[in-house]
Structures are given as C-alpha cells and as structure tokens.
C-alpha cells in the first residue's frame, strides 16, 4: 500500500461547512495533511482531524497580497499579478519546509477544497508512473513524491523569471515530453494553451503529434522562425496565466497524464444550493460512464 500526502493550499472557505464536510474532509480523513492557508479560516481548520494535520501555516492575506516582486525590472505586488498565484505561494511554503518528509511519501496529491472527487483510496494500489504528474488542470494533480518535488519545488520563481508576461512569447517545450503526454484542444490538458509553431497546428492533437514526431529534430534544436510562424496569443498584457504556465512546468520535467481521479470543480451556487439541495447528487454523478461524466464536468465548470 502506498502512503500518501495531501497538500491542502489557500482559501478553504471556498464552499458551505456542509459541504465542506461531506465532498472534501470525508475523502480525505485516512491522510496526512500539509495545509497552507489565511487566518480567517481558521474555523475550517477545526473540521479536521488534527492528528493528520502534519504541518499548519497561517498566512495574513492582507499583508500576503502586499508582497511584491520583481519582474522584467519592475515590482508588482500579489495582488497586481494574478489570484491563482497565490495557490503557489502556499505550495512552495509547504514544500520548502517539508521537503524531507514529504520525500517520505509515495505520492502527493495537491487538491483544492472546492471541488468533486471521488474518494482517493484508490491511489494507494494505483500503478503511478515515476516521471508523470496526473492532473485535472491546475486545480488536482499528483504524481510519485520524488517527481512532484522536482517539478514544483523551483515552480514559484520560475513564475517571475519565466512565465511572467509570456502569452505572446514562444516558451522552450520539451516536444519529446509533450509527445508522451495526454493533451487535447480542450480542457483540462489544453495544448492550445501552449505557443506552438504554425506549422505543428492541425485539426486533431493525433495529426499534431504526427507533425511533431516528424520535425522533432528541428523542434528540439529550436531550428526554425520564430519571428514569423508562430501563433502568437493577444493577451500579452496579462501578467501571469496559471494553467499555461502549469503545462510548461509540467511537461518540461516530464509526462503530463490526466488524473484517473474523477473530479470537476462545481462553482460556488452549486457549492452553496446545488449540492446541498440533493445531498446524494455527487454520488450519481461519479456513477455515470466517463464520457456522460465528462459531459456533467464541462456543465459544471460553465
């Protein structure tokens, strides 16, 4: 049986106690903890069993989205950047103070409280590839706890010195990587995501691997125009965009494999009416076959 840390980052306060307690803290009471979150929830913090909880860090938000850094010459503060940064403020405060226990581990698994998940028993007997992050966007992934150190552990200042206003930028990818990877032209693995050469795009992701495994020589030696073949993104004044910059850190440094957790995100009316009218209803859902499933996701992720 594999051990198994969970990393708990943020807001927890994202949904009702109620249904806090039933779809997150339920799923999750058989493991170890390692929670990075603000003070105001404190509350939340209660619902859990204490013994699991292996480290607590209560940030101030007010004083945290104050804190500014420097980018291409320039500081901006958090709160200037991009909310979802905040995510990987918590997640490198816990990996860089429990880099040794969490070492420890099989596998770690990131998960925000806010979403649907089946229960993450499973994973204890599940066949983890060693240099595979498994994900449902930013918002759920894991991998083997060696791997997931190596990706995330140099993530957070990779934000300023790499991804920052990078939407219009063409990014080195790791093609080799990206080909041994599950990418698709939509969520949750978007390649669109991803500045690619023109010359790759097609309009089927297997057409577009075909492409790359053709060029991949030329690919990996950057040999080609960058200037005049790229798809270029017109956003280039957002500072930081998390989920793009998730698939480069990931691919990077290895496979991106979709999570075989079944799990989406509910927005906060169903958190707060939905979910709690029908108690059940998260039950149902994961009962429905995956592509029926995956049709429910995209309903409740819009």
């Given at each position: ?8 980052t943020?807001?927890?306060s ?19 903890l390692?929670?990075?979150t ?13 013994s699991?909880?292996?480290y ?8 945290l ?17 991009s ?9 490198n ?76 930028k ?5 093609y ?9 032209f ?32 030329k ?44 799990c989406?995100?509910?927005?906060r009316?169903?958190?707060s ?30």
């Amino acid at each position: 049986m594999q051990s198994i840390a969970i990393i708990i980052t943020g807001q927890l306060s994202r949904n009702s106690k109620k249904f806090f307690l039933r779809n997150f803290l339920n799923k999750i009471k058989k493991f170890d903890l390692f929670i990075s979150t603000y003070d105001e929830d404190s509350e939340f913090i209660n619902l859990f069993n204490k013994s699991r909880i292996k480290y607590l860090n209560y940030e101030n938000f007010q004083k945290l989205k104050k804190k500014s850094y420097r980018i291409n010459g320039k500081y901006y503060k958090l709160e200037s950047i991009s909310s979802p940064l905040y995510q990987w403020y918590h997640l490198n405060k816990i990996i860089e103070n429990n880099l040794n226990i969490l070492k420890t581990y099989d596998i770690i698994i990131k998960i925000r409280t806010d979403m649907l998940f089946q229960s993450i028993d499973f994973l204890t007997e599940a066949k983890i590839h060693e240099s595979s992050i498994y994900a449902f966007t930013d918002c759920l992934f894991y991998g083997k706890s060696d791997h997931f150190i190596k990706v995330f552990s140099d993530f957070y200042i990779n934000i300023f010195k790499i991804y920052s206003f990078s939407n219009n930028k063409y990014l080195t990818i790791n093609y080799s990587n990206l080909l041994a990877s599950d990418i698709s032209f939509e969520d949750p693995n978007n390649i669109k995501r991803m500045n690619l050469p023109s010359f790759l795009i097609d309009n089927t992701v297997s057409k577009t691997k075909i492409l790359i495994k053709k060029n991949i020589k030329k690919l990996n030696k950057n040999n080609f125009n960058k200037e005049e073949i790229f798809i270029i993104k017109k956003n280039s004044d957002k500072i930081f965009s998390s989920e793009r910059s998730f698939l480069y850190q990931v691919i990077n440094k290895g496979y991106l494999k979709n999570s075989n957790l079944k799990c989406c995100r509910p927005r906060r009316f169903f958190n707060s009416y939905l979910f709690n009218l029908f108690p059940y209803l998260d039950q149902l859902l994961f009962k429905f076959k995956k592509n029926l499933y995956s049709k429910v996701s995209k309903i409740l992720n819009n």
